[in-house]
Structures are given as C-alpha cells and as structure tokens.
C-alpha cells in the first residue's frame, strides 16, 4: 500500500517565489486581446480619417506627409471619435469585437474627458515605450495610461438567460 502525502504533493507542485512568465502577463492583460482590438479601431475608425484627410481635403499622399498639422489633427480626431464611443459605451468597435470594457476601477462608466486624457497619455506612453512595460513591474498588471486615469479594461459580463 502506497501512502500519498498530501502536504508533499502540494508543495512540489507549486512555486511561492516563481515569477510569471511573459505569457501569462500577457494573458492577464489582455494583450493580444487588445493588439486586436487596437487593429480593427485603426482600420474602422483612423484609416477613414487619415483617406479623407489625404485624398479629399489635401488632394495628395505627398501634401500630407509635409502636414505635420493634418498628421496631428487626424490623431486627435481619432483620439476625440475613440473617446465618444468610450463615454458612451465603454467600448470602441475593436474593444466591442474582441468583448473587452473599458471602465472606471471603481467599475463606472468612463467620462469623455478622462477617456480623452487616456487617450493621450496612451499615445505618450507608447511613443516613449514606458506605456508598454509597466504592467511587467507592477503587480496589478497596470498599464500606464490605466494607472493615471484609474481605469481597467475587462472581460464584458455575459448577460444571464432567464426562461
């Protein structure tokens, strides 16, 4: 008769001091979630806004890429379109594809101006590449502009079916 030990059984199999690997912060954040979500906004909402901006306001590729004023405007629409549907619906179309909520931590809805000021602190942090690895310091899995602005993105909740 062979006699399992329990307690020895528990402690092999887990690691107290073990540090998550980069997989499984990724899951915690939802990164690929978000890369996806992050590439269906820019073709639904930015690429419109960049063609129109190009093609029918300034006539050519060329005169744009001399425009750092269009370049700079066409973001900050993109940032003010992006801000609308998260004051509204706490979700902008990639986030709505990919089933993700963006909300308050205290789990309200997010106002237009702080989904503005998210927005920008977003574009600063990526530029400056700090945005993308703080969550890989922090033990809340926090990226900067979400730290800042008090804000998570979550799982939507599935509503519940009643007969």
């Known amino acids: 008769?062979?006699?399992?030990?329990?307690?020895?059984?528990?402690?092999?199999?887990?690691?107290?001091?073990?540090k998550p690997s980069l997989l499984q912060i990724s899951s915690e954040?939802?990164?690929?979630e978000r890369i996806k979500a992050l590439i269906?906004?820019?073709?639904?909402?930015y690429t419109p806004i960049l063609y129109i901006?190009?093609?029918?306001?300034?006539?050519s590729a060329n005169e744009f890429r001399h425009s750092q004023t269009s370049i700079f405007i066409c973001l900050c629409l993109y940032g003010i379109i992006s801000s609308i549907f998260i004051c509204i619906s706490s979700?902008?179309?990639?986030?709505?594809?990919?089933?993700?909520?963006?909300?308050r931590?205290?789990?309200?809805?997010?106002?237009?101006?702080?989904a503005l000021i998210r927005f920008f602190i977003w574009v600063l942090g990526i530029s400056l590449l700090?945005?993308?690895?703080?969550?890989?310091?922090?033990?809340?899995?926090?990226?900067?502009?979400?730290?800042?602005?008090?804000?998570?993105?979550?799982?939507?909740?599935?509503?519940?079916?009643?007969?």
Request: aromatic content about 10%; overall charge positive; proline content about 8%.
């Open 130 to 163: 700090i945005g993308i690895i703080t969550p890989f310091f922090r033990k809340d899995k926090k990226f900067l502009h979400d730290i800042l602005c008090d804000t998570i993105i979550i799982k939507k909740p599935k509503p519940i079916n009643m007969p």
């Open 40 to 45: 269906t906004d820019i073709f639904m909402i």
């Open 29 to 32: 954040i939802y990164a690929f």
């Open 53 to 59: 901006t190009t093609y029918l306001i300034l006539g």
């Open 91 to 103: 979700q902008t179309p990639g986030l709505r594809y990919m089933n993700l909520v963006l909300i």
């Open 1 to 18: 008769m062979k006699s399992k030990n329990p307690k020895r059984l528990k402690s092999s199999s887990i690691m107290p001091n073990k």
């Open 105 to 114: 931590t205290q789990g309200d809805k997010i106002s237009f101006l702080r």
